[in-house]
C-alpha cells in the first residue's frame, strides 16, 4: 500500500510552498477572531514576504493600453480590492471561471496596493480563508 502526501510540494510552484502556513493562520483567526490571532496571522504572512512567498493575482486585459492589470472586486460599501490567493486550490473555489493569473511576490503586491489610491487594499483567499488586508495592515506587515 502506497502512502501518497497530500501536501506534495514536488508539483507546487515554488514561490508557493509555505503558504499553507497563511491559510492555516487564517483559519485560526476565523475560529477565534481576536487581537492576538490578527496579529498572529500578520506576522506569518510578513514572514512569508520576507521569505520571498508569491502569491497568485487574476489579471484582466487593458486593450487600450495593451497592458494588464490586477483584476478587482467591489465589496458593498463601494470600495474596490485587490484578489490575491495563497494557492491554485484556494482560487479555484471562486464562483468565475479562471481567467488569466500570474504569479507575483507579496512584497511587491504590499507595495503596489500602497501606491494606488483608488485600491482599499487586498483580499486574500476571497472565497474561503479569507482576510482582507487594508492599508493599515498592510503597513503593519511592510512597514514603508
Sequence with gaps: MCNKNI??????D??????????EAIFDLQKNP????????LTVIRHRMKDGGQ???????QPASAQMSLKTITT?????????????????KGADNVKSTFLAD???IFEAALS????????INPWNRTIMLD??????????
Design 116 to 123: 494606488v489610491p483608488q485600491i482599499k487594499g487586498i483580499i
Design 106 to 108: 507579496i512584497e511587491k
Design 34 to 41: 481576536n487581537e492576538e490571532e490578527l496579529a498572529h496571522t
Design 14 to 23: 515554488k514561490g508557493l510552498i509555505g503558504n499553507e502556513k497563511i491559510e
Design 7 to 12: 501536501n506534495d510540494n514536488s508539483k507546487k
Design 76 to 92: 458593498p460599501d463601494g470600495a474596490l480590492w485587490w484578489m490575491a490567493f495563497t494557492s491554485f486550490e484556494e482560487e479555484l
Design 55 to 61: 502569491f497568485i493575482v487574476d489579471v484582466e486585459p
Design 135 to 144: 492599508k493599515k495592515l498592510i503597513k503593519i506587515i511592510k512597514p514603508r
